[in-house]
């Protein structure tokens, strides 16, 4: 008589466990919809000014840099006289060690870097045409070397620590752009 009792309770065990189960494609398909969330709301915390660190042939520090297309025949961006300050400063790169240089500017690895100033090109009475920049590019391929390194936001001493990443060769963990 107890047999048949125990057998009872175990398939009444077995289909309560069954059934009170989801499907396994249904957890996994609301697990990654969780986890998918939770990086689109990582990525948007982390927006913001992008670090770029650069390297080139040249001292080009105190250059106007404007951006060409890929083919180099063009300048696609340039700044207004205006446009070339950052916090109400002009906008040079930050000096970082071992002789990379931090964008305030906003450029990319296509920039090219003009024979004028930025305090002579804040100073124009007008912004030149692109024909005018295009004219007055110093060199068309200036770059040697340039890392995507995160957002400012991603830092709480951002000099201090791109230094430290520089100093202990860690660039390598950065995204290189050229």
Same mark, same amino acid.
């Given at each position: 008589?107890?047999k048949p009792?125990?057998?009872?309770i175990?398939i009444?065990m077995?289909?309560?466990l069954i059934f009170?189960?989801k499907p396994s494609s249904t957890?996994?398909?609301k697990k990654?919809a969780?986890?998918?969330k /939770?990086?689109?709301?990582e990525?948007?915390?982390?927006?913001?000014p992008?670090v770029?660190? %650069? $390297?080139? #042939?040249?001292? =080009?520090?105190?250059k106007v840099p404007v951006?060409l297309? /890929?083919?180099?025949s063009d300048i696609?961006?340039?700044p207004g006289?205006?446009d070339?300050f %950052? $916090?109400? #400063?002009?906008? =040079?790169?930050?000096m970082?060690?071992?002789g990379?240089?931090?964008d305030?500017?906003?450029?990319?690895?296509n920039a090219?870097?003009l024979?004028i100033? %930025?305090?002579e090109?804040s100073?124009?009475?007008k912004?030149?045409?692109?024909?005018?920049?295009?004219?007055m590019i110093?060199?068309?391929?200036p770059?040697?070397e340039?890392?995507?390194c995160?957002?400012?936001?991603?830092?709480?001493?951002?000099?201090?620590?791109?230094?430290?990443i520089?100093?202990n060769?860690?660039?390598?963990a950065?995204k290189r752009?050229?």
């Open positions: 008589m107890r009792f125990c057998y009872f175990s009444i077995i289909s309560a009170s189960c957890i996994n398909k990654k969780e986890i998918k /939770e990086k689109e709301m990525q948007g915390a982390k927006a913001g992008p770029i660190i %650069y $390297k080139t #042939k040249a001292d =080009y520090y105190d951006t297309s /890929e083919d180099k696609v961006s340039f006289i205006k070339v %950052y $916090k109400g #400063k002009l906008a =040079y790169p930050t970082l060690n071992k990379y240089l931090l305030n500017r906003g450029i990319d690895q090219a870097f024979n100033t %930025y305090e090109y100073k124009l009475e912004t030149p045409s692109k024909d005018e920049l295009y004219k110093l060199d068309k391929d770059i040697t340039m890392y995507y995160g957002t400012k936001y991603d830092y709480k001493d951002l000099i201090a620590e791109l230094n430290d520089i100093d060769d860690m660039l390598i950065m752009l050229k």
